[in-house]
């Protein structure tokens, strides 16, 4: 039975952990996006750029953003660098076939690159292994008395 009682004691309601995934390849980015939902993920998916700036600026809640590098109307690095700008700032990954500048996720605030062909495995686990930043936020503040 579920109590509606505002007042009651209990942990907060949960939520699935949230991604962005960007990618121009249809069947790759829909399947990729049933993986993670069927992983525990809530995933917003785009195939361009445009739409993923959009999606960064108006998205609720926003955990992971994991974006292809090459799109068809702009740049991959586009999308991280709008989404590095968020407060707290999502967790990121680089999707790429490509080689990309050794200093390029430190200076561009990338947690991680990954090349195709993608394991989703090693992706689910990057995740799992780093909760979205607000959590770490909120498990950093001393509790209230």
Do not use: C, Q
Not at 36 to 53: I, K, P, R, W
Not at 98 to 119: A, Q, S
Request: glycine letters at 6%.
């Amino acid at each position: 039975m579920t109590n509606l009682d505002p007042s009651a004691e209990g942990p907060p309601p949960t939520r699935r952990p949230s991604v962005l995934l960007v990618d121009d390849h249809e069947v790759g980015r829909r399947s990729l996006a049933k993986l993670l939902d069927a992983m525990g993920f809530d995933v917003t998916s785009v195939g361009d750029g445009e739409s993923a700036l959009e999606a960064v600026r108006t998205l609720p809640v926003l955990d992971y953003v994991l974006t292809d590098v090459r799109l068809p109307d702009l740049d991959g690095r586009d999308v991280v660098r709008v989404a590095s700008g968020l407060s707290p700032t999502p967790r990121i990954a680089l999707i790429t076939g490509w080689d990309i500048e050794p200093d390029e996720p430190e200076r561009l605030g990338i947690d991680w690159v990954f090349l195709k062909p993608l394991n989703v495995m090693e992706i689910v686990d990057k995740f799992r292994k780093a909760p979205p930043r607000h959590l770490e936020s909120r498990e950093d503040r001393p509790s209230s008395p």
